[in-house]
């Protein structure tokens, strides 16, 4: 029985490991995973603006992968050691006849002095968290000085889905906090930042419903700002002004993750780029990649693909068909990448939903929202 090894446990692990089980009864899946439970990412933010609690978003993994005869290992991994097929983790080391490199990204805070010392970030269940801590803290050092009280500024330094998303919920977050501490909502102020000159440029009528909503939510936005160094409390720009803000929150980009390393380089999909439209290393044809960790580039539109769940997912699906091809001798079968769609969510209303050039928004689109995470987290418990 070939051993199947799937590395991390998020949107592209969880879908290549339930694949695999599902279609190659007998075969051995193990799923390693630093943490005990998968992230369903796109409600983090509403976790950071005390809009859902934990169990929300949070799945537990064991209980899901036993379920189906899934083996799980909760351990960080260290290394793989590509020669003699083994995954070394702090707990143990785990031998491997197929590998699935299915480990995220990491936040990119691209080489910007003091950014990642001095902003939170928001990746996990606990970034969530400590933004959600942070801001109740400094509420409640507001409320004890009512006398001098300074102006409560906050920044968001990316203006993409996520950074959009977000300050959305927090401007909603922080209106309840001046109600609840008894402050006037005048003293706080969210601040978006963004490089580019324009807001999301998937389409014009998309960038201006999002426009309208920051606005209507009193979020100051700046295009075109370029951060050059944050400062503990301060932001300072190319052109040497400077913004001063307690709570920072850089959402500015991601990177595959660190352990991809080197080889990161190597596998790639696509034909033209590096190599392997198979979601395969071309140096080793047992080890395959999903989800963030991979970088996708699309030649008929010369850009990087967007990572999302959906990408990961079906990548994840594509790279469970293509280990059981290889076990049967099968040809493997190419990734075709999707124009997949984007919702954010504008506050606890409204959201926005684009695909291909069509652009719809309102309160349906929200529940739409909601009712998928409802689906996802029920079709992987199930
Ligand atoms: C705040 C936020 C909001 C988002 N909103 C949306 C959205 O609305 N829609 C959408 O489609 N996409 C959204 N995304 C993007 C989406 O989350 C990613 O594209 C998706 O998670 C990628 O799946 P993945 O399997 O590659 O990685 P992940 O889901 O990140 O899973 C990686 C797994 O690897 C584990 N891991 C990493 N390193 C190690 C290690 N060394 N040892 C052991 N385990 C390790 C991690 O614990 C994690 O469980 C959002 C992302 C964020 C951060």
């Not at 005390?50 to 290394?79: H, P, Y």
């Not at 504008?346 to 926005?352: P, S």
Request: charged letters at 25%; hydrophobic letters at 40%; a positive charge.
């Amino acid at each position: 029985m070939k051993k199947i090894v799937v590395l991390g446990g998020g949107f592209g692990g969880i879908a290549t490991a339930l694949r695999i089980k599902k279609k190659l009864n007998n075969s051995s899946v193990t799923v390693i995973d630093k943490n005990n439970y998968h992230t369903f990412t796109p409600a983090l933010s509403k976790l950071a603006s005390g809009m859902i609690s934990q169990e929300e978003c949070l799945i537990n993994l064991s209980v899901i992968l036993s379920k189906k005869g899934i083996g799980f290992l909760n351990s960080e991994i260290t290394e793989i050691d590509v020669r003699n097929k083994i995954v070394i983790t702090r707990k143990k080391k785990v031998k491997y006849d197929f590998l699935i490199k299915s480990i995220g990204s990491e936040t990119n805070f691209f080489d910007i002095a003091g950014a990642e010392k001095n902003s939170f970030v928001l990746k996990t269940a606990i970034d969530a968290i400590n933004i959600r801590n942070h801001i109740e803290d400094t509420f409640k050092i507001l409320a004890k000085n009512t006398q001098k009280q300074d102006k409560y500024n906050l920044v968001l330094i990316g203006a993409g889905p996520v950074g959009i998303e977000l300050a959305g919920d927090i401007a909603h977050y922080l209106e309840d906090l001046c109600n609840i501490f008894n402050i006037n909502h005048h003293k706080t102020a969210v601040h978006l930042i963004e490089k580019s000159h324009q807001l999301l440029n998937f389409n014009k009528k998309f960038s201006s419903i999002a426009k309208q909503f920051l606005n209507e939510k009193g979020i100051s936005v700046h295009t075109g700002k370029n951060v050059k160094e944050i400062k503990k409390g301060r932001i300072i720009f190319d052109n040497e002004t400077h913004l001063d803000a307690r709570t920072i929150i850089w959402v500015g980009g991601i990177k595959p993750n660190k352990l991809i390393g080197e080889e990161k380089a190597r596998l790639c999909c696509i034909k033209g780029l590096i190599s392997n439209e198979f979601l395969q290393s071309v140096a080793n044809e047992n080890i395959f990649e999903a989800g963030d960790a991979v970088i996708c580039y699309d030649e008929e539109i010369h850009k990087q693909i967007i990572h999302n769940a959906q990408a990961a997912i079906d990548q994840g699906k594509l790279v469970a068909d293509n280990i059981i091809r290889r076990i049967e001798n099968k040809k493997l079968k190419g990734y075709v990448p999707k124009k997949y769609p984007v919702i954010i969510t504008l506050g606890d209303k409204t959201a926005i939903f684009y695909i291909n050039g069509f652009v719809f928004s309102g309160r349906f689109v929200s529940w739409l929202k909601a009712a998928i995470r409802k689906h996802y987290i029920y079709s992987i418990k199930r």
